[in-house]
Every structure is written in structure tokens, then in C-alpha cells.
């Protein structure tokens, strides 16, 4: 069993700054590549930013210079570090991670809230 526990979300006003943590527990054999998405109401998930396991990262545009996407391997931990938040920022945030070796699967968190507002 693999879970992903998400924290950090909240209210914010613009401008302000969040920051993401996700951790995974479970039987892991290998964390590959780990992500943060997120839905706002009435629109598809998107991809937020995704880091691999050696560190290379890819953001979504709306997002670069104002988001960054770190992890910690050992503690199996991604972050995502949120600054210059916008209203458009607002939406549920989920974590993802791809396990395995010769078998990869990928997890989702339960999802965080954050909301961009005055």
C-alpha cells in the first residue's frame, strides 16, 4: 500500500506565498518522477510542475518564476513553494508520485485546497 499525504494549502491574499508539502508512505521500492497538479472548479487537472528523481524539473507556464518544485529522497517528500499568488492560482492542488522499478504506477495524494483571495 502507497499513500500520499498532502498539507500546506489554505487561504491567501494576492501576492502572498504557500508552500505544498507531500510525503509518501508505504512499501516503496522507487520514487520516480514526483508532480503537482491541480483543479479549479469547473476545468480539467492540470499539470503544475513535475521534478525527477536526479532534479530535472518542468513547470507549466502560467506558473514559471513564481512557483518552484523541489524534493527530498530521503525523506520522500515533494514540495512546491508558491509565491506572487494570483486568483487564478485558486484550485485544489494533488500530488503525484510514479513508483516502481521494472513495474511504475502512479499516486495521487487526496488533494489540497488553496485559495487566492482578498
Known amino acids: 500500500q502507497v499513500q500520499l499525504v498532502e498539507s500546506g494549502g489554505g487561504l491567501v491574499q494576492p501576492g502572498g506565498s504557500l508552500r505544498l508539502s507531500c510525503v509518501v508512505f508505504g512499501s516503496i521500492t522507487r520514487i520516480n518522477a514526483m508532480g503537482w497538479y491541480r483543479q479549479a472548479p469547473g476545468k480539467q487537472r492540470e499539470l503544475v510542475a513535475t521534478?525527477?528523481?536526479?532534479?530535472?524539473?518542468i513547470y507549466t507556464d502560467s506558473v514559471k518564476g513564481r512557483f518552484t518544485i523541489s524534493r527530498d529522497n530521503a525523506k520522500n517528500t515533494v514540495y512546491l513553494q508558491m509565491n506572487s499568488l494570483q486568483s487564478e492560482d485558486t484550485a485544489v492542488y494533488y500530488c503525484n508520485a510514479n513508483i516502481g522499478v521494472f513495474r511504475r504506477n502512479d499516486y495521487w495524494g487526496q488533494g489540497t485546497q488553496v485559495t487566492v483571495s482578498s
Open positions: 521534478i525527477t528523481s536526479g532534479g530535472d524539473t
